[in-house]
């Protein structure tokens, strides 16, 4: 059965913490990977990784791949109370000419001052 | 805001009533999905659509159904509504049509919350 696993599933650190979030994976056809933040509403798109080993970075986040282990980390360095939210990954997997896109149970940051 | 209308944003309905949930996307995305969100599950996949009149189940599916008559617009309907189906519903869309690869990222609505009482 196809299926995405993040952990941890809730963290709680304070400012200036570093943080990693983790998704392993295991599905059928991998086209690729994608993070996401969620705050109060819809989940907001961070990351997509396709490669292994090629690091994404966007400020204090980055993200990288690993295809031969099947997982993903999300790091997080000095953290702010404005990092708290539900962080998402999904794979994006399936053959022929289009793909479903699978999400795990999200991990929930808190960042307290 | 990638162009989403998801109608209606909130709505009570009791037990036993069909319930259609709209999704309007302006973007001509090629792939809309529909899932639930519910605390502890994450994100599940309800039903999908790759193309007009094309769709296929996702993990969640049983007493939902879904119809894509035109680009546009992605509809779920829950047959015969039950408590269970009280959740968070979001409807996103991927595959710009400028992009010949499926590996783009997905854009969210901004939700529909339903109760079932």
């Known amino acids: 059965e196809d299926k995405v696993v993040q952990s941890p599933l809730s963290l709680v650190v304070h400012e200036g913490d570093t943080v990693t979030l983790n998704c392993s994976y295991e599905?059928?056809?991998?086209?690729?990977l994608l993070w996401y933040k969620q705050e109060k509403k819809a989940p907001t798109f961070l990351f997509m990784l396709?490669?292994?080993?090629i690091e994404k970075k966007s400020g204090r986040l980055s993200s990288i791949l690993d295809k031969k282990e099947l997982f993903s980390i999300l790091n997080i360095t000095a953290t702010q109370t404005g990092d708290s939210a539900i962080y998402l990954c999904a794979v994006n997997y399936g053959g022929t000419s289009y793909g479903k896109l699978t999400f795990g149970q999200g991990t929930i940051l808190t960042v307290h001052p | 805001d990638a162009g989403i209308t998801q109608s209606p944003r909130h709505k009570v309905t009791e037990t036993g009533t069909p319930v259609t949930l709209r999704c309007h996307q302006t973007e001509n995305h090629r792939y809309m999905y529909w899932y639930r969100q519910d605390p502890g599950h994450g994100l599940r996949l309800i039903h999908y659509?790759?193309?007009?009149?094309?769709?296929d189940k996702g993990e969640v599916s049983d007493g939902y159904s879904v119809s894509r008559s035109k680009t546009e617009d992605f509809l779920l309907t829950l047959e015969s509504a039950t408590s269970s189906q009280t959740s968070v519903y979001f409807c996103?869309?991927?595959?710009?049509?400028?992009?010949?690869?499926?590996?783009?990222?997905?854009?969210f609505g901004q939700g529909t919350r339903l109760t079932v009482v």
């Open positions: 396709t490669s292994s080993g």
């Open positions: 996103a869309i991927s595959g710009r049509p400028n992009r010949t690869t499926m590996n783009t990222e997905a854009f």
């Open positions: 599905v059928t056809n991998f086209r690729s």
């Open positions: 659509s790759y193309g007009v009149k094309d769709t």
